[in-house]
């Protein structure tokens, strides 16, 4: 069996400080009403979890940061005791920094510890110990005075271990790693053996996700003090394993005195969005969606988010696409209300009888899709301020033509799907394929500036910019990489928009229930999923 097959987990596990041999996870908790918990859903850029270590330190609630440091390789070795009781033989990879220093204490933890069977340690230093200077000098230096002793690269045997630590490079690294270090990770990456990782996988961007040339492939990555930014989405997803997280005991207050980056999204309370209905309520009272696209050849596009709309509680369905589509639909879909469009006139009793819209799922970049979406437009522009508000859905090809023809909306009622492709053209940047420097966080901020509404940039750790924060779903698996998905993502979000739910819950409901119904497929097999086995995952969902 291969160990080093990446886990998309959908819940962290945190540690509580109290007992910090119990652990309990993000989607179990009970204290809803209760403030206690609320740091655990943020996510924090480098520089302000160097501010809660700098804190700790200054308001006396450790004593110095070398005390943090023996606190996280207590947490480490408490991890390895639960979830690898019977192993013998550990491996440690230090690199410099405090990183390494974390490895050193717990291997002098492990050492010492008085336990059956016994840990043999080996203890891999990729940087000359000479050179390791402060916290990092003195855990290297204690190690030694134990009995320890430091090897090299020519000693180690990866495949005689039973566990690699990685704490090789914390969360500061800013260039790509070359020599030495990238060949040590390709090692460690190369072997079946299973890899917990210090903090955060070497190789990866802190603040972005993103990977610096090359990044250790975790199983399980155990992080301290704060939640990283860049820990839920990009390449971290396929390279962080299962997140597993512990304070180290900083004091709650100090949490409100440095500024999160991002919020990680819960079902737990994320779900309670979602409309509840009367028992007397009939199909008008739960929304009428229009969705509007299916060029010809693409008629399935809107099929899809249809009926991703009407699984996801949309009252009624329209659809306004090419006559060609209509019986094609309606022959599979009945409960659907298709409408035969050629021209853009022909919108305008459909548009005044939607509470939501939705508009680009197979509409094509041609003179058809560019009169349809300008009607769209025009129509929300002119509603008279005494009209209830009617709010939108734009994606996929409506995407595309914005691009292509400068088209910026500003409408604070629309919720805008691109995936990074399409952020990109937005954007006019040069490339549409994510590299190792892309930072997700700053084209998403660049977007709302932008275009104003409410976005969403899809992919593996998707985002929403909220109002105040971005918020990131940790749900989602690449099984999802697959035809459809993003035309059932925006029927979804057009049905919870129909029913009334606002613009930032519609964003936060929609994209987790999505990815949630993702994960429920995937327990069938990840490997030729298709959309439409997320409809009975997304009703299941909702009557859960």
């Given amino acids: 069996m291969n160990?080093?097959?990446?886990?998309?987990?959908?819940?962290?596990?945190?540690?509580?400080?109290?007992?910090?041999?119990?652990?309990?996870?993000?989607?179990?908790?009970?204290?809803?009403?209760?403030?206690?918990?609320?740091?655990?859903?943020y996510c924090y850029s480098v520089e302000s979890v160097r501010n809660l270590d700098y804190l700790m330190v200054?308001?006396?609630?450790?004593?110095?940061?070398?005390?943090?440091?023996?606190?996280?390789?207590?947490?480490?070795?408490?991890?390895?005791?639960?979830?690898?009781?019977?192993i013998e033989h550990i491996t440690i990879f230090c690199g410099s920094g405090n990183n390494a220093g974390d490895g050193y204490v717990l291997a002098k933890l492990a050492r010492e510890q008085e336990k059956e069977p016994r840990?043999?340690?080996?203890?891999?230093?990729?940087?000359?110990?000479?050179?390791?200077?402060?916290?990092?000098?003195?855990?290297?230096?204690?190690?030694?005075?134990?009995?320890?002793?430091?090897?090299?690269?020519?000693?180690?045997?990866?495949?005689?271990?039973?566990?690699i630590i990685d704490a090789l490079i914390g969360t500061g690294l800013n260039r790509s790693l070359e020599n030495e270090w990238y060949e040590t990770i390709a090692t460690i990456n190369n072997s079946s053996t299973p890899v917990l990782s210090v903090d955060i996988p070497s190789g990866l961007d802190a603040n972005t996700g993103s990977v610096h040339g090359i990044a250790v492939k975790a199983n399980d990555t155990v992080t301290f003090i704060a939640q990283k930014l860049g820990m839920y989405t990009a390449q971290a997803r396929h390279y962080c394993g299962k997140i597993h997280f512990s304070t180290l005991g900083v004091d709650e207050s100090l949490y409100s005195k440095v500024e999160h980056s991002a919020v990680l999204m819960e079902w737990a309370d994320i779900g309670d969005k979602l409309p509840c209905?009367?028992?007397?309520?009939?199909?008008?009272?739960?929304?009428?969606?229009?969705?509007?696209?299916?060029?010809?050849?693409?008629?399935?596009?809107?099929?899809?988010?249809?009926?991703?709309?009407?699984?996801?509680?949309?009252?009624?369905?329209?659809?306004a696409t090419r006559r060609e589509n209509v019986s094609a639909i309606t022959s599979t879909r009945p409960e659907l209300m298709v409408h035969g469009i050629e021209h853009a006139d022909e919108l305008e009793p459909l548009l005044?009888?939607?509470?939501?819209?939705?508009?680009?799922?197979?509409?094509?970049?041609?003179?058809?899709?560019?009169?349809?979406?300008?009607?769209?437009?025009?129509?929300?522009?002119?509603?008279?301020?005494?009209?209830?508000?009617?709010?939108?859905?734009?994606?996929a090809d409506a995407l595309n033509i914005m691009a292509r023809h400068n088209v910026v909306i500003q409408n604070p009622d629309i919720i805008y799907?691109?995936?990074?492709?399409?952020?990109?053209?937005?954007?006019?940047?040069?490339?549409?394929?994510p590299s190792e420097d892309t930072d997700r966080f700053a084209i998403i901020r660049?977007?709302?500036?932008?275009?104003?509404?409410?976005?969403?940039?899809?992919?593996?750790?998707?985002?929403?910019?909220?109002?105040?924060?971005?918020?990131?779903?940790?749900?989602?698996?690449?099984?999802?990489?697959?035809?459809?998905?993003?035309?059932?993502?925006?029927?979804?979000?057009?049905a919870l928009l129909a029913q009334k739910l606002t613009v930032s819950d519609a964003a936060q409901v929609?994209?987790?229930?999505?990815?949630?119904?993702?994960?429920?497929?995937?327990?069938?097999?990840?490997?030729?999923?298709?959309?439409?086995?997320?409809?009975?995952k997304i009703r299941q969902i909702l009557n859960d």
């Fill in 510 to 536: 929609g994209v987790c229930l999505h990815a949630k119904a993702g994960d429920l497929a995937a327990m069938e097999g990840k490997n030729g999923m298709i959309v439409s086995d997320l409809f009975p």
């Fill in 119 to 163: 840990l043999s340690v080996q203890l891999i230093a990729i940087a000359d110990p000479d050179t390791l200077s402060g916290d990092a000098r003195q855990a290297c230096q204690e190690w030694l005075d134990c009995g320890g002793s430091i090897d090299s690269m020519d000693n180690i045997h990866v495949q005689t271990t039973e566990l």
């Fill in 352 to 395: 005044k009888k939607a509470s939501a819209i939705a508009i680009g799922p197979g509409l094509g970049t041609g003179q058809w899709g560019i009169a349809l979406l300008d009607k769209v437009t025009q129509y929300l522009k002119h509603l008279p301020d005494s009209a209830p508000k009617v709010y939108c859905v734009i994606d």
């Fill in 446 to 494: 660049n977007l709302k500036e932008k275009y104003h509404g409410t976005f969403i940039l899809k992919g593996a750790g998707t985002l929403i910019h909220l109002q105040n924060t971005i918020a990131i779903c940790p749900y989602g698996n690449e099984g999802m990489a697959s035809a459809g998905m993003g035309d059932c993502l925006t029927g979804i979000l057009g």
């Fill in 58 to 86: 200054q308001e006396g609630l450790v004593e110095n940061s070398y005390q943090l440091m023996s606190r996280a390789a207590d947490r480490l070795l408490d991890f390895i005791n639960r979830n690898y009781p019977r």
């Fill in 277 to 319: 209905r009367s028992p007397v309520s009939q199909k008008r009272d739960h929304g009428h969606l229009l969705i509007i696209g299916g060029d010809y050849g693409m008629g399935g596009a809107c099929r899809i988010a249809g009926e991703a709309a009407l699984r996801s509680g949309a009252g009624l369905v329209s659809i």
């Fill in 3 to 41: 160990y080093k097959q990446s886990s998309y987990s959908t819940s962290s596990s945190i540690s509580t400080d109290e007992s910090p041999r119990a652990e309990c996870h993000l989607h179990h908790h009970q204290q809803k009403s209760n403030d206690r918990f609320n740091y655990i859903h």
């Fill in 417 to 433: 799907t691109p995936h990074f492709a399409e952020a990109s053209r937005l954007l006019k940047h040069t490339s549409e394929s």
